[in-house]
């Protein structure tokens, strides 16, 4: 039997009388990048948050590298989740109060690992990344740019086997848009993740292997 990286079956999900996703199925393979289009209110989010398993479906599966993972529940879904899967989402999410060193150390804190063991780690992230000089620096002392490339180091810090960026481009200017297109096919390059994007960024979509829309729920 073929084992895909992420496979989501029949996936619907409701919000009181509003059915957002109306039985989506999706196969993603190791390394693979995929692009996700469609109009705001389509599901496109929905369904990134219930793969990233933020959020549980009103029915259907995820599979993970064959893993039923909305059968584990709260607490060894949240470790799964921070083990296995990075975020990169439109606006940072970067504690304003700490260091760019110290946001890409968060999973590895919660995960409980010694930071005689994570901060060397996090360091090379963000020296690989062209933030040696600014690791000391906190989120508003950094550029646009530069925030999200110290999103993209903490989402490689437990060196997931997917990233799911949502919206990544869409508080960024065209040459900020440009260096993170480059830096998704340079992970997927040197750490061969897989990579999952919900974006209304044409250009962006451009370096997917596979852009697929949402439609009312469905996929066309």
């Known amino acids: 039997m073929i084992r895909h990286m992420i496979e989501i079956q029949n996936i619907h999900k409701s919000f009181g009388e509003l059915e957002v996703l109306k039985g989506v199925n999706l196969s993603v393979e190791k390394g693979e990048i995929v692009a996700i289009i469609g109009k705001s209110g389509a599901g496109k989010t929905t369904l990134l948050q219930i793969i990233g398993t933020l959020d549980r479906p009103t029915k259907g599966k995820v599979l993970i590298d064959g893993k039923d993972v909305f059968t584990l529940n709260d607490s060894l879904l949240a470790a799964f989740r921070n083990k296995h899967i990075g975020f990169i989402f439109q606006f940072h999410q970067l504690l304003p109060e700490f260091t760019a060193l110290e946001n890409v150390c968060i999973p590895a804190m919660i995960a409980r690992e010694k930071e005689a063991d ?103």
């Open 118 to 220: 994570y901060q060397p780690r996090a360091k090379k992230l963000l020296t690989d990344l062209g933030l040696a000089e600014r690791m000391n620096h906190k989120p508003n002392e950094l550029s646009g740019g530069e925030k999200q490339r110290v999103a993209a180091a903490r989402a490689l810090m437990m060196s997931p086997d997917i990233i799911l960026a949502d919206e990544p481009t869409g508080s960024l200017d065209e040459k900020n848009k440009k260096e993170l297109s480059d830096l998704l096919l340079q992970l997927r390059k040197e750490y061969g993740q897989t990579i999952l994007l919900v974006t209304h960024d044409k250009e962006l979509a451009g370096i997917a292997d596979r852009v697929i829309e949402i439609k009312d729920g469905v996929m066309k």
